[in-house]
């Protein structure tokens, strides 16, 4: 996009500035510095002194070096991306412009000795810009592996004159016996160029070559130098390095891309400069350098944006005419000396570098060409050497003595360039034609577009006639209904101010109402409070109420609970108890019934003894009285200790037994102490429940005293302000329809309808209120009286249980 737009608006010739340092001579001689580079903003300060004022003028330019700046700096920030650019195929021009001896020729070839190379070919620090480009040029090729061709030119231009700086030795000498110079002719190629016939077109192959190929031209001005005086600052050389580049496109088709530079280093910029001041228009085609002079020209026509551009002026002109605001990208590099005496051609200079700055150019790539285009043109340029060979080796040519040979070449060179005259006349008159016939153009259609517009304006003028006529007759009947709308506007206004009156009573009245309106809030919002704390009585007495019953009914439980341990304590002692005895029952019963075993046995055995012995013993009755006698006071020491043993077994039953019954006893006695206190608590947990029911019910009674004498109040005050209220907006109503009888009864209507709506809401919620309350009493007492009864009963219960474990316990 910016592409297409840069190309179509074009870019600007680019300018540097180059300020030299101080030479020797100019140090010696203390020479005050007039020139400030600030290379960093690209500007330079030159100090003047006019009438002894101190006046400082500044310039700006795209790039600016100072003394100090080295060529490599100056090539690597100026001259890298143009060398690119011809590598991609564009046309580049760098112009060299300056007073003599500022460093023009420094700049741009430098010192460039073989034997001030480095050793591995690199260039001399001191070496300028056509050197580097030429190993750019190769560097990047080579980098690329690419397969090109460069091809030089090195051309000077003196007194219109071309020489060639490149022509072999041999034939430069004998020229130079014969003529002073060979000279070129500058000739048109048939596609809008222009070519120079017969320049030595040097192939190079190498970044090496340059060395030879600048000593080599160099040596041509250095002769020439001597032959004429001089001549050097007169004289402009031009440079040129034709690159073509191998491509294949994806098709594999071969295409040469072909890219242009053009190093020109001009003749002393003090020749024009003083030639405009000593000796006027009138000489300007003599000895003056016409190239310089032309090239001025070409570039004001070029800024002033003139419709003839000078170019066929001069040579120079016209073999750098693409370089100016044609298809090239050019670069102009104005050189300035910083001594004082140098001044006036700096100013001069700089005026001219910042003038050329506003050139603008619309660079092209260079077409490409196909590689068998250029093989054709190279057969055909064969073909023409071919035959200009054969025709000097076999002599069949044309042969004419030297003298009409010269004579003729001056005669054709005349003609030349009087051909050359009629064809810039030619060109003038044409472009002048075609100015002209643009011109012309140009009236036709402004003509023309004149006469559309006259028709289309007097379209116009018959529309708005009618349109005004139109407008006319609405405006006369706005005017009528104006008039209309005025005497109903006044009607209204009266009516405005009559019903203005009215609103004015009216709202009066309104306001009134609203008061009373308020007052009956506030009676509402009484009410509504005194709803509020007898709910909040009720729900403290509520909440009394359940803590009440909670506790009763905690303490019951634990009562309970007291008992039933209690009773469980009774049976397990009396299991006990029952136990001992049964165990002690048992263990009498199997000692006498052992003792009565031993007895009966004994006895048995006694029997026995007594029937053994008096069976056997008839004889010794005497003895056997005696042991029956001792027998005897034996058994009743037996039966004796064994009924103290049996004694002493009842006596300890006895003993036990009399023991359990004291703990019996006891235990009977604490039982009872605890019985007592636990009917004691009962009574007076009971006393206290009903002295709690008691003040219970009183409570509710006087709530509902309190309830009814409310709503009582309430009723009445309602009753009241409703009176109040008919009776006031009654009245009202009255006052009101007399006034405005429609619209005063709805409004009243509607109010009434409101406040009815209102105040039977508020009835129902306080007749809600009452059940509530009524019903909640209901239940409470309902409660109570259940509550009662229920205790009652367990009263009697735990009573009657409290007996049967006495009597139980007694027994
Ligand atoms: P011109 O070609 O403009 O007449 P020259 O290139 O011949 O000027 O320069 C004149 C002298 O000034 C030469 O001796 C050159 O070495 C020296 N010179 C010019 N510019 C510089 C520079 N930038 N740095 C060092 N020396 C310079
Ligand atoms: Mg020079």
């Known amino acids: 996009m910016s592409g297409r737009h840069e190309k179509e608006k074009g870019v600007n010739v680019q300018v540097l ?52 700046a080295q060529q490599k700096d100056l090539y690597e920030q100026a001259v890298v991306p143009i060398v690119n650019e011809v590598l991609e195929g564009f046309n580049c021009t760098i112009f060299a412009y300056g007073q003599t001896g500022t460093g023009k020729t420094y700049t741009m070839e430098g010192e460039c000795k073989r034997s001030k190379s480095g050793p591995n070919g690199e260039l001399p620090s001191e070496a300028g810009v056509i050197p580097r480009a030429v190993k750019q040029i190769f560097d990047t090729l080579e980098s690329q592996n690419a397969e090109y061709s460069v091809k030089v030119t090195f051309l000077e231009l003196y007194n219109e004159e071309i020489t060639d700086l490149l022509a072999p030795e041999e034939i430069s000498r004998v020229a130079s016996e014969e003529k002073p110079k060979k000279q070129l002719p500058l000739m048109e190629d048939g596609k809008g160029g222009v070519l120079v016939r017969g320049l030595e077109e040097e192939i190079v192959t190498s970044a090496y070559e340059i060395f030879t190929l600048l000593e080599r031209g160099s040596a041509k001005r250095r002769t020439a130098e001597t032959l004429l005086n001089k001549q050097s600052s007169r004289s402009h050389s031009l440079f040129s390095i034709t690159i073509h580049i191998k491509e294949a496109t994806p098709e594999g088709e071969e295409l040469i891309k072909c890219g242009k530079l053009n190093l020109v280093d001009l003749a002393g910029s003090e020749n024009i400069s003083r030639s405009g001041a000593r000796e006027g ?54 050189t300035v000396s910083p001594a004082v005496h140098c001044l006036e051609e700096t100013l001069s200079t700089l005026d001219y570098a910042h003038r050329a700055k506003n050139i603008k150019n619309k660079p092209e790539v260079n077409q490409k060409m196909m590689k068998s285009t250029l093989i054709k043109d190279l057969y055909g340029e064969i073909e023409r050497l071919k035959a200009e060979v054969y025709a000097s080796r076999e002599k069949n040519g044309v042969y004419i003595p030297k003298e009409r040979y010269y004579q003729e070449e001056s005669e054709r060179k005349a003609m030349a360039d009087q051909i050359e005259q009629m064809g810039v006349t030619i060109e003038n008159h044409q472009k002048q034609l075609e100015e002209l016939q643009a011109k012309y153009d140009g009236q036709v259609q402004q003509c023309s577009d004149l006469s559309n517009r006259l028709d289309a304006t007097e379209k116009d003028l018959k529309q708005t006639s009618e349109l005004l006529e139109n407008t006319e007759n609405e405006l006369r009947r706005f005017k009528y209904s104006l008039k209309e709308r005025d005497f109903i506007i006044s009607e209204q206004k009266k009516a405005e101010n009559a019903l203005a009156h009215q609103a004015c009573v009216l709202r009066a009245d309104l306001e009134k109402s609203l008061e009373d309106k308020a007052s009956l809030f506030l009676k509402i919002a009484r009410e509504d409070k005194l709803n509020a704390d007898n709910r909040s009585t009720v729900n403290t007495f509520q909440a009394e109420l359940a803590q009440q019953l909670g506790t009763l009914c905690n303490t019951l439980a634990t009562s309970i609970s007291h008992q039933s341990e209690h009773l469980q304590c009774v049976e397990n002692l009396c299991n006990s108890f029952l136990e001992v005895h049964d165990k002690a029952a048992i263990n009498l019963k199997k000692k006498v019934s052992a003792s009565r075993a031993l007895y009966i046995s004994h006895f048995e055995a006694v029997q026995n003894v007594v029937r053994l012995h008096k069976a056997n013993t008839n004889a010794a009755l005497e003895d056997i009285s005696a042991l029956a006698s001792s ?48 009917i004691e608590h009962l009574m007076d947990t009971s006393e206290n ?31 009241e302000f409703q009176n109040a209220y008919e009776e006031q907006s009654r009245s009202d109503v009255e006052k009101l329809i007399a006034d405005m009888t429609s619209l005063v009864s709805k409004c009243m209507h509607r109010q009434k309808e409101m406040v009815d709506a209102r105040l039977g809401d508020l009835r129902e919620s306080i007749n809600g209120n009452k059940t509530f309350v009524d019903g909640h009493l209901s239940k409470m007492e309902s409660i109570t009286t259940d509550l009662k009864r229920k205790w009652h009963d367990s009263f009697t219960q735990a009573e009657n249980n409290f007996k049967d474990n006495a009597d139980f316990s007694c027994r």
Request: aromatic share 6%; hydrophobic share 35%.
């Open 631 to 678: 027998n005897s006071c034996s058994i009743e020491e037996f039966l004796a200790a064994e009924s103290v043993e049996v004694n002493s077994v009842f006596k300890d039953l006895q003993e036990a037994l009399s023991s359990h019954q004291g703990e019996m006893a006891h235990l009977v006695r604490e039982l009872r102490q605890k019985f007592n206190a636990n």
């Open 689 to 719: 429940i009903h002295g709690f029911l008691d003040k219970l019910l009183e409570e509710s009674k006087r709530l509902e005293g309190h309830a009814t004498q409310v709503d009582e109040m309430q009723t009445k005050c309602i009753v």
């Open 17 to 68: 500035l180059r300020c030299r340092p101080f030479s020797d001579d100019e140090l010696r001689n203390n020479a005050p510095q007039v020139v400030t580079c600030n290379d960093y903003q690209r500007e330079v300060a030159v100090s003047q002194n006019i009438a002894g004022k101190h006046i400082d003028r500044v310039f700006t330019f795209d790039k600016v070096f100072g003394p100090n």
């Open 281 to 334: 228009r009138a000489r300007e085609a003599g000895e003056i350098n016409k190239s310089l002079l032309t090239l001025g020209r070409v570039i004001n026509a070029l800024v002033e944006h003139l419709v003839h551009i000078p170019y066929r002026d001069s040579k120079l002109t016209r073999l750098l005419r693409d370089s100016l605001g044609g298809r090239t990208k050019t670069c102009i590099i104005a």
